[in-house]
């Protein structure tokens, strides 16, 4: 997508309808590719119909989209820009067409390329949404998605190594033949 293109998309009311369309087809293919990586006999059916629902469902995409793009949009805000929360959302939702090359995952070896080059080129029209909705230099607009990605992946990876070492202290403990006491199960 071209600026002018994002521009003329945030501004198109009935792009609305066509960016939440955008999102639930690719959840339906996040949803099927899931289900497929997920493969075990003994679950594939369950995991089938459990990604199959969500992603037809999309609630998590449309969610998910609506809580990133006001995350942005008030960052825009602060770093002085002027567009709309709608425009915005318009624009990523269209650009997230992308995530439809998301049955690529599949083909071994390459599936974790064509991932990670889709993520990059999701985040490079992240900015340039950014740069054109709310009428911002490149680079506050790149500001405005490195921070709270950079923030997003910091939460994640303390969550993984909190579970990292949740699950090493239950082998310890399993060695020495104690248990671990897990907060909220009892």
């Given at each position: 997508m071209d600026e002018r293109s994002m521009a003329e998309m945030a501004a198109d009311?009935?792009?609305?309808?066509?960016?939440?369309?955008i999102i639930?087809?690719?959840?339906?293919?996040?949803g099927f590719v899931g289900a497929v990586v997920a493969i075990n006999p003994f679950t594939f059916l369950a995991s089938l119909v459990f990604g199959a629902l969500f992603g037809v469902v999309g609630l998590y995409g449309?969610?998910?989209?609506?809580?990133?793009?006001g995350i942005l949009h008030i960052l825009a805000r602060i770093f002085g820009g002027v567009g709309d929360y709608i425009g915005l959302f318009r624009t990523l939702g269209v650009g997230s067409v992308l995530q439809w090359l998301?049955?690529?995952a599949l083909v071994p070896f390459f599936g974790a390329i064509i991932q990670t080059a889709i993520a990059i080129w999701s985040l490079v029209i992240a900015v340039v949404a950014v740069k054109v909705v709310h009428k911002l230099p490149t680079g506050k607009s790149?500001?405005?998605?490195?921070?709270?990605t950079v923030?997003?992946?910091?939460?994640?990876l303390a969550m993984m190594m909190a579970i990292f070492a949740l699950v090493g202290l239950s082998i310890f403990a399993a060695l020495q033949g104690q248990t671990v006491p897990m907060p909220g199960l009892a």
């Open positions: 009311s009935k792009a609305t309808g066509m960016a939440v369309l639930l087809i690719g959840w339906a293919i996040a449309v969610v998910g989209l609506f809580i990133w793009t998301m049955f690529l790149a500001a405005v998605v490195i921070i709270p923030i997003l992946l910091i939460l994640v």
